[in-house]
């Protein structure tokens, strides 16, 4: 059910309603018994829970096979270091003070 929001046209109070959408608005304020009018609010927003949430989440396995194929067969070869490049300290530079 939605969370309708009212203000009181009289004392200003604010409250919260749920309602069903058939439901008419609520006209009467619960504190002052005075009019009341529905408040225009952007609502809850959405909540995307998971790992993730993208383009292909949603295509078909005959796609996923094809584009893995592409990827393994576009894919470069990794630069593997040499043992002596490996075993080298890093160089540091000396620190300036200015």
Do not use: W
């Amino acid at each position: 059910m939605p969370t309708y929001q009212y203000r009181c046209l009289d004392c200003s109070y604010e409250f919260e309603e749920f309602q069903a959408i058939s439901d008419p608005p609520l006209t009467v304020c619960p504190v002052c018994h005075g009019k009341t009018e529905r408040i225009i609010t952007g609502g809850a927003g959405l909540i995307f829970k998971g790992s993730g949430f993208y383009i292909t989440d949603h295509r078909s396995s005959q796609y996923k096979a094809e584009a893995a194929k592409e990827n393994k067969s576009t894919a470069k070869p990794s630069k593997h270091k040499s043992p002596k490049e490996s075993s080298k300290p890093p160089t540091t530079s000396p620190a300036t003070s200015s």
